[in-house]
């Protein structure tokens, strides 16, 4: 209970409140803007991050990103451009909606799933956390093997429609993860005699190149002007919503524990979770025909879903250091900055900060409500301030916070590679999320792998000696065998379809 | 009309701060004139962080301008350690360059000595320990040894990574009990706690760190100091035997210096060399140091050259007779 | 700018044979061990070559449908090719010339640029770029004491 007490007083500072406050309005600035992602938000918080205490630095991610994933409700409802890609699911619904004239209802339904989504994932994620890390202290070298090489599996084949795409992505991340002086070799790779590189691709730059500047990129190359927002007033957001909620109550339900469960799965976020909770409520609907045509019920699900994933996705990275997401894989890499090794015994040596960070769920979650209405309100200034001087500020931004990690100008030339890698990747359809994955637990694959062959002398039978290391690999091995399964499916149904 | 006027205020601050800044331009005047940077080959939360940073907030007392302290790390030292010896030797940039400078040319991975460097002053050296878990069966260095020479490749140790500096420790000294330094297969980890963690879970038979590394989990009962691979008995633990009273002819500790780019101008050296002196008597300094465990040993330019040249030829020995010499 | 599926293919398999023979070749064992720096390099290595020939097959096998390169509309603006160009020697400058120049100059440079080219009329790009620079600047270095270097403006500084 001390613990609990000690943790209410991090948060419920001056200090920290207003850090609460000024990352919220930035969340909901970069989520309500198209083209800038939740990730994309995170990454330009890091190097700011950087240099607080743990505490304010956690509090500013967790609430920018609860906010970007609502806001980005906000252009799908008024523009039909998703401002994150979370929000993509059902910016169909929520933009026919709106021209029905019931852009309220869509962003009032949103606003509220939302928040109450984003509650029971963090209930989930309070409750389960120590539970799972209490199991996870008798964890050696062997488990976390097997752990790292779940999650990068997970990450390719279930996060991507390309199980091929998916693995070259984490090949690459991999591939980056191995460049410079490793801990148990002793031995530089890929460096080709730089210096600089013997401390290998810093996690930080490479982040904003991959998720910040390819969205400028991006926006360089695009032909097509912003289009019109709606210029109808925005009613009453709150009016007819509780009977809508009553009715789908059940839907907000199954909407939450879709995403949570989403969410925990490593490499799969915010974004998928929405989409499979929309399919989901659309496949079990009793009017299913009425979906697309301005219905709430898929927002109720979808909207949940989302915002219950991004609290799923911190139970792997605070238990084990796998991320569940790329947010978190960020997340990961500034908890090791701030040197609370994430992993079971984070619950032993820093309690406080884990309650901090817990608490600061709750307190984003619940602000949503009050911050999401006034965003909402506010909706059509943000949308009109133009790209064309916002987009060389952001590039500025990026270029200092990869030169702030290690104060180097070489930061900044790991941030344009990889934002040009990126680029070209996403151009072909290659996911990047893997790739990032892959970065954050390369190191932790090769580590406890080697380490654990120089514990066993070189037999392979350590890592199925220990029962949970067995279950582990073996689960392992069963999810590589899911794009198999799948190809022999499909042959053999291939001719029957014919 | 609004994007205007937004634009219209920035660009009013922007002339505003100008000249302001203009104002601030002035004559130049003695070193040092403006702020000092200290680099730091390691990471936030570290020993050479904190020490690093100790210093940072000290020195600023004594030389009168802001003292910035920031991490290069990466490549097990050798990022930032370069980046020491490459910054412009003006004074404005200095750093720590720690027990490794006297490693990493000999294992290969650069060409980077302490003559890189001008240097201000050796202000800690922290001995390595022989530390095993509460429920092995060793009591004594000697006891460990042995086992370890009749059972060769059962019994090993970690504490960092592969050829760090507690790796020599643990190899050198088994060299120096005439056994061969292979017979304790040397498991890497990311550093002194992880490696205390798989001692205390049984995963390793010693961890040779510091002894303050291990000084809590000893407290808590978990872990046995043996020794301490020093010539006198630690002041933080005075009832740790050294091993040189075991019967073994052998000391190592990590260290840490004060240092500058080769080439700084005398006028910055006059004025650093007494400063740092100072910084390692201050009374704050010596508290930190001794509540953290670090111990303070100072030695001054000329006297850090020496310390230098033997650590150089001390680890360039061990490094060989581990067979990591490139 | 998308390649067909052969020479995405191509690339990779390449690429991922090069990390294996770079591995295998210069890279030295663990003393005592079977498994050293190289082994994951060359099971990454394998891994991309192997993904390489499978993009190569589908490829060929999708060879009428996919063009060897479609190059985005972008492509064929002059406008945006330019653009893209400048963003991207905007940044390879400032990489260059910061050290030199200083952090002020060549943000306000650099900054500035991008906002005309992207459609901001001139003098409101000067104000926005001076701006932001400053608040950038200031908020970095004052607040969060990140070096950012002065370069040119050492003399003046604030």
Not at chain 2, 111 to 136: E, F, H, M, R
Request: aromatic share 10%; with cysteine; hydrophobic share 50%.
């Amino acid at each position: 209970m001390d613990v609990i007490a000690t943790a209410f007083g991090l948060v419920f500072e001056p200090y920290v409140l207003g850090v609460i406050l000024f990352s919220a309005l930035f969340g909901l600035f970069v989520g309500s803007i198209p083209g800038l992602t939740a990730t994309m938000a995170t990454a330009l918080l890091v190097p700011v991050t950087f240099f607080m205490d743990p505490v304010p630095a956690l509090a500013a991610i967790v609430t920018a990103v609860a906010m970007a994933i609502f806001a980005g409700d906000i252009p799908g409802a008024l523009l039909r451009i998703p401002g994150t890609p979370a929000s993509a699911a059902y910016v169909d619904e929520s933009y026919t909606l709106t021209q029905k004239g019931l852009a309220e209802r869509a962003l009032g339904t949103s606003l509220v799933c939302a928040s109450i989504g984003g509650l029971f994932g963090t209930i989930v994620l309070v409750t389960s956390a120590p539970t799972l890390a209490d199991f996870a202290l008798n964890f050696s070298s062997y488990e976390y093997f097997w752990l790292a090489c779940l999650g990068l599996t997970c990450a390719a084949i279930i996060s991507t429609e390309a199980p091929v795409q998916g693995l070259v992505s984490l090949l690459i991340g991999l591939f980056i993860s191995t460049i410079g002086l490793g801990i148990v070799g002793g031995y530089p790779r890929f460096t080709f005699g730089s210096i600089e590189l013997m401390g290998g691709v810093s996690f930080i730059p490479a982040m904003i190149g991959m998720f910040a500047v390819t969205e400028v990129l991006r926006y360089t190359v695009t032909l097509s002007h912003p289009p019109v927002i709606s210029q109808k007033a925005i009613g009453n957001l709150f009016a007819g919503l509780w009977p809508t909620l009553k009715k789908y109550k059940l839907n907000l339900l199954r909407g939450s524990v879709i995403g949570t469960a989403i969410g925990a799965l490593p490499g799969a976020g915010a974004d998928i979770a929405a989409w499979i909770a929309y399919a989901v409520s659309k496949k079990t609907s009793k009017e299913p025909e009425k979906f697309g045509t301005g219905h709430v019920e898929g927002l109720v699900d979808a909207g949940a879903a989302n915002n219950a994933g991004l609290g799923g996705a911190w139970v792997p990275a605070i238990v084990f250091g796998i991320p569940g997401d790329s947010i978190t894989a960020i997340v990961i890499g500034v908890l090791y900055m701030k040197g609370m090794n994430p992993g079971p015994t984070v619950f032993l040596n820093d309690p406080e900060l884990i309650y901090a960070v817990f608490i600061t769920f709750f307190v984003a979650n619940i602000a949503l409500i009050p911050l999401g209405f006034l965003a909402i309100r506010s909706a059509r200034q943000v949308l009109r301030v133009p790209r064309r001087a916002l987009m060389p500020i952001i590039l500025m931004f990026c270029v200092v916070g990869s030169f702030a990690i290690n104060n180097t100008v070489f930061g900044v030339s790991i941030m344009l590679v990889l934002g040009i890698i990126a680029y070209v990747m996403e151009e072909n359809r290659i996911p990047v999320a893997p790739a990032i994955l892959g970065i954050v637990l390369g190191p932790m694959l090769e580590d406890n792998f080697l380490t654990s062959m120089i514990k066993s002398g070189g037999s392979i039978v350590g890592f199925f000696d220990r029962p949970i290391s067995a279950v582990l690999g073996i689960a392992t091995i069963l999810v590589w065998m899911i794009p198999l399964v799948i190809m022999i499916r499909r042959k053999r149904r291939g001719p029957k379809l014919v | 009309m609004k994007f205007k006027s937004v634009a219209k205020t920035l660009g009013v601050a922007a002339a505003a701060v100008g000249m302001v800044a203009v104002s601030y331009g002035t004559a130049l005047a003695k070193y040092p004139e403006r702020p000092i940077q200290i680099i730091i080959p390691w990471g936030a939360g570290g020993g050479t962080d904190a020490t690093g940073r100790m210093i940072g907030t000290i020195l600023k007392k004594y030389v009168g301008v802001p003292v910035n302290v920031v991490n290069r790390t990466g490549g097990q030292g050798v990022v930032g350690h370069s980046a020491i010896a490459n910054a412009k030797p003006d004074g404005y940039t200095l750093g720590v360059a720690t027990v490794e400078i006297a490693m990493m040319h000999w294992v290969g991975l650069t060409k980077l000595t302490s003559d890189g460097y001008t240097p201000i002053g050796l202000y800690n050296v922290d001995p390595a320990g022989v530390q095993v878990s509460a429920d092995s069966p060793w009591n004594s260095a000697q006891e460990m040894i042995d086992a370890m020479k009749a059972n060769p490749g059962k019994f090993m140790g970690s504490g960092t990574s592969q050829g760090g500096i507690w790796h020599l420790a643990l190899a050198g000294m088994l060299q120096a009990a005439g056994v061969d330094s292979g017979a304790a297969p040397w498991v890497p980890s990311k550093g002194a706690a992880p490696g205390l963690k798989e001692l205390v879970a049984g995963g390793v038979s010693v961890v040779t760190c510091s002894p303050t590394e291990a000084g809590p989990l000893a407290n808590a009962g978990k872990v046995k100091i043996l020794a301490a691979m020093s010539d006198e008995r630690m002041g933080a633990f005075p009832d740790v035997p050294t091993l040189k009273e075991q019967g073994i002819d052998w000391a190592l500790g990590a260290w840490r210096s004060f240092v500058g780019p080769k080439g700084m101008p005398q006028e910055a050296i006059d004025v650093l060399v007494p400063a740092f002196a100072k910084v390692v008597k201050d009374p704050d300094f010596v508290k930190f140091m001794n509540k953290r465990g670090f111990q303070i040993v100072y030695r001054d330019p000329a006297g850090l050259k020496k310390w230098y040249k033997q650590a150089d030829k001390d680890m360039g020995g061990v490094l060989k007779a581990v067979g990591l010499v490139k | 700018m998308r390649f067909n599926d052969a020479i995405t293919g191509m690339v990779l398999l390449l690429f991922g044979a090069a990390v294996t023979i770079h591995s295998q070749l210069s890279f030295p064992g663990l003393p005592g061990q079977n498994y050293g720096p190289a082994f994951f390099p060359t099971i990454i290595g394998v891994g991309l070559a192997g993904c390489g020939v499978i993009l190569i097959i589908q490829g060929v096998l999708k060879r009428h449908e996919v063009p060897l390169v479609v190059m985005g509309e972008w492509a064929r603006s002059p406008r945006h090719r330019t653009n893209l160009a400048i963003i991207l020697g905007c940044l390879l400058f400032y990489i260059l010339a910061v050290d030199f120049l200083g952090f002020v100059p060549t943000s306000l440079a650099i900054t500035m640029l991008m906002m005309i080219r992207f459609g901001v009329r001139p003098l409101n790009a000067l104000y926005m770029a001076a701006g932001s620079t400053l608040i950038i600047h200031t908020f970095f270095y004052k607040f969060l004491l990140v070096p950012l270097p002065w370069g040119i403006m050492q003399p003046i500084a604030w």
